[in-house]
C-alpha cells in the first residue's frame, strides 16, 4: 500500500484511489512484482488462498497501513478489493461491524473474487459475525485461481449482499450489463 496513494478514476461519481500491499510475494517460478496482504507461507513468504495455516505474516502490517491510508487520506465511503484483497475488505468490514476498529467507517463495500482465509488465526472475524455494511460481490463461474464456492462461502457472513455472477474466470468484469450492475449498486451512496 502506497503512504500517499493514487487517484486512477472518477467513475459515478466516485473517486477511486488505488492502493497497493507493500508486502511482496516470492513465488519460486514466477517473475514480475507479486503483492500479498498477508502470507500463508510465512517461512517462503507466499500466499495460497486454499492452504491452511495456524498464523500468517503480514496481516497486522497490512492491517496498519489501511488504517493510515484511511487516517491520512480518507474518509472514504467504500472500499472495493480483488481476490486476496477482497478477502482483506471482508476482514477489515468485520472489524468494522464487530466494534474492534474504530478507524473503518464504510458505508458500502465490493469484493471481487472474494473468500474467507483459510488461516486459524483469522477464523474470529468470521464466527458469530453479522455484518450490516452493504456489500457487492463478484464472482466468476470459470474462476481457477478462487474457485466461485470459496466466494459463495463469504456471502453468509454479509447482512443482505448483493451478488454480481458472471460467467468468466479470474477477473474484474465490465461490461456494459455488469458496469450497470455496479452503476445501480453505487447509487444509493450518492
Known amino acids: ?3 500517499k496513494g493514487e487517484e486512477v478514476a472518477d467513475m459515478s461519481g ?4 488505488y492502493h497497493e500491499s507493500q508486502l ?3 513465488p519460486a517460478g514466477v517473475d514480475g512484482d507479486q503483492r500479498g496482504w498477508w502470507f500463508s507461507d510465512s517461512q517462503n513468504c507466499t500466499f495460497d488462498a486454499r492452504q491452511e495455516c495456524e498464523s500468517s505474516l503480514g496481516l497486522e502490517q497490512s492491517l496498519e497501513a489501511v488504517r493510515m491510508a484511511v487516517k491520512n487520506l480518507g474518509p472514504f465511503d467504500g472500499i472495493l478489493g480483488f481476490s486476496q484483497g477482497a478477502a ?3 476482514m477489515l468490514c468485520s472489524l468494522q461491524g ?3 476498529e474504530a478507524t473503518f467507517n464504510f458505508r458500502f463495500a465490493i469484493l ?3 473468500f474467507r ?5 483469522h477464523q474470529y472475524l468470521y464466527k458469530g459475525v453479522n455484518v450490516m455494511v452493504p456489500s457487492l460481490h463478484v464472482f466468476g463461474q470459470d474462476d481457477k485461481v478462487i474457485p466461485e464456492q470459496m466466494s459463495q462461502d463469504l456471502l453468509p457472513l454479509f447482512q443482505g ?3 454480481l455472477n458472471h460467467q468468466g474466470g479470474h477477473f474484474v468484469p465490465a461490461s456494459s450489463a455488469h458496469k450497470h450492475i455496479y452503476q445501480e449498486f453505487l447509487k444509493s451512496f450518492q
Open 98 to 100: 464487530q466494534k474492534l
Open 14 to 17: 466516485f473517486k477511486l484511489f
Open 161 to 163: 449482499a448483493h451478488v
Open 24 to 26: 511482496q510475494e516470492k
Open 117 to 121: 482465509s483459510a488461516c486459524a488465526q
Open 112 to 114: 471481487v473474487a472474494g
Open 1 to 3: 500500500m502506497t503512504v
Open 88 to 90: 482483506l475488505v471482508a
